[in-house]
């Protein structure tokens, strides 16, 4: 026999991570995004590598509760968001990557599609940043916030892989000292944990 009801299955993974997670010291919201994070990637390291800044959790609940668009970088972690939660809040999600305007642009510049993807937000009037896969997301938004081209109200970094994923992590730890944000350290991430990350934010605030 095994267990089939997807709720139950949920809960006892959940009960299971808490088992491991007295090593570390997170205030108790922060302590549920870190478990769902472990919940998606079967990884217990993940709650020795996350690092919040910025009273993350505060902002980044008032910003949903009042509604607000927020960008992913892949399709991937937007299809990975519960969109009845995201609605309810009447937050708005977009993606470029698939963009025409936005491969014409990568072309042009000689970027990636990601990079030039955050261009797109920026002049969209994007609040949230939400990056799981490409560092040269990353990397772009740190130069627009230097250039004074933007201001993010909230970011959630967690590129995955190991050509400037780490460092692209590291630099932005370093510069928007002022942003609420969550990033992990060193080349673990990814769109599933990107999502997992909105997705525990979501259910603070909304009733399954």
Do not use: Q
């Not at 607000?68 to 892949?74: G, Q």
């Not at 797109?120 to 250039?147: H, Q």
């Not at 993010?152 to 992590?169: H, N, Q, R």
């Amino acid at each position: 026999m095994y267990i089939k009801d997807p709720k139950v299955i949920e809960e006892k993974s959940l009960d299971l991570i808490e088992e491991v997670m007295g090593d570390v010291d997170f205030e108790e919201r922060e302590k549920k995004i870190v478990k769902r994070m472990i919940h998606t990637t079967g990884d217990f390291e993940y709650r020795k590598i996350v690092e919040f800044r910025n009273d993350f959790v505060d902002h980044a609940l008032e910003l949903i509760k009042k509604g607000s668009l927020i960008y992913t970088d892949t399709k991937m972690v937007n299809s990975g968001i519960n969109k009845s939660a995201v609605y309810k809040f009447n937050c708005e999600l977009v993606y470029f990557i698939d963009n025409n305007d936005v491969l014409e642009m990568a072309k042009r510049n000689g970027t990636t599609r990601s990079s030039a993807s955050i261009d797109k937000a920026v002049d969209y009037g994007v609040e949230i940043f939400v990056i799981g896969n490409a560092p040269t997301a990353l990397f772009r938004l740190m130069e627009l916030i230097k250039e004074g081209k933007v201001d993010p109200k909230l970011i959630i970094a967690v590129p995955v892989g190991f050509v400037g994923a780490a460092e692209s992590k590291e630099a932005l730890r370093e510069l928007a000292t002022h942003v609420p944000m969550v990033t992990t350290v060193g080349t673990k991430g990814g769109s599933n944990v990107a999502a997992s990350i909105v997705n525990a934010l979501l259910y603070m605030v909304y009733d399954r």
